[in-house]
């Protein structure tokens, strides 16, 4: 087989953490439209990534958060969105750079799409990120802001477990897992 020179899977790739941004900034200035909310996955310890040492302790690989009904805050810059979240009851402010994200969904529309961590290092791809800092907790969060916003499918909890024996592994997942098959 031919070598790759244009690196079409780090192109498609950035592609697509494009359309994650202008989902979440549409969002950010109209909030979301009708049923749509996002799954949005992504590794904690990534560059840039700014979250609670509580939260880094309980997710120390990957984290999932719920962007539907209890949320504030969101704004989006080039290279990274942040959102208040509260996690039991606390309220918390997260830095996620988009090179961090390893999975987006939107149930609502049936769309998926998984991000390969590990291409982006391969192709050299850097991230203009501030150095990682504790968590500020969100100061304005509103009172109705009171549920956890992690939620693990049952998936996601055997996968925690399996993760916890294999500490400081990364799971790698390709955009084939997320392709439609033909026929």
Known sequence: MAEDLIRYDVLAQEALRGLVKKVLTEVAQAG??????????????????????????????????????????????????????????VPEKLHVPFHAITSFIDPHAGFKVAFDIATDAAAGVAEAAPPPVEAVPAASAPAEARKPRVRKTPDEKAAAKKADGEAGKAAVVSLDAFRKKNG
């Open 32 to 89: 979301l439209p009708g049923e749509h909310h996002f799954f949005v996955t992504f590794n904690t310890r990534y560059p840039g990534v700014r979250i609670s040492s509580r939260l880094t302790a309980e997710y120390p690989g990957e984290m999932t958060v719920v962007l539907q009904h209890q949320f504030w805050d969101l704004t989006v810059t080039d290279s990274a969105f942040e959102v208040g979240l509260s996690f039991k009851g």
